[in-house]
């Protein structure tokens, strides 16, 4: 059944994760971008993505995302939601095949956020305000969700930036949703962040609890 933007939205927003991994690989969401109903075809290296397809991470994704959000407020849980979906969007554009025969996907991450913003400021009279903070922070969480799998091998001024910002908390619980779709579990993103608290502490915001040891 297609839909149509407000449809699918509602969709996204209120369904489970399976019900919307269907929709994906229905074409449902394809009212949002045309490259929804691609990702099922858009495979990924099983050393790092043993789950499978970019549509069925995309899918686990927001089952974790669902439920490490169900006692956060309800703005926080749209911004992950939307997060999660759109976070490997920019795969289906980005990929390519490397000389070992393995698929890369290099500068996805801001190619999804690009790809969100075209959806949701051209179908949102607010959306290209730049004052609004809603969609600036889902597109940031968006671009920078990569940066989490490689904090602790940043530089210190590079790590505070990033975590020094206020929607950082949600930017760590995408990192442990994005892990735990591909592997079911989380253990990096933890232990590479701690290293990277100790690594940029004299940069570190003290006023903020996310940045306490």
């Known amino acids: 059944m297609r839909t149509g933007f407000k449809d699918a939205l509602r969709l996204v927003l209120t369904e489970d994760a399976s019900t919307i991994g269907k929709a994906i690989n229905q074409g449902d969401l394809d009212v949002l971008h045309p490259d929804f109903s691609k990702m099922q ?18 899918e686990l994704v927001l089952l974790s995302a669902i439920k490490h959000t169900r006692v956060t407020i309800f703005q926080h849980q749209v911004m992950l939601r939307l ?42 009279p607010l959306g290209d305000d730049p004052l609004n903070q809603f969609y600036k922070t889902i597109t940031w969480l968006i671009e920078n969700h990569m940066r989490m799998h490689i904090i602790d091998k940043m530089r210190s001024v590079k790590i505070a930036e990033l975590v020094n910002n206020p929607f950082f908390p949600l930017l760590y619980v995408l990192a442990v949703c994005d892990e735990e779709g591909r592997f079911g579990k989380h253990t990096s993103v933890g232990l590479k962040y701690k290293t990277a608290l100790e690594k940029a502490k004299n940069d570190l915001d003290p006023n903020l609890r996310w940045t306490q040891i």
């Open 41 to 58: 075809f858009t495979r990924q290296p099983i050393r790092w993505h043993p789950e499978g397809d970019v549509a069925k991470h995309t």
């Open 83 to 124: 997060a999660a979906l759109f976070h490997d969007l920019g795969k289906v554009a980005t990929f390519r095949t490397k000389e070992d025969g393995q698929p890369s996907f290099y500068g996805h991450e801001k190619v999804s956020g690009k790809q969100f913003k075209e959806v949701f400021y051209a179908n949102d």
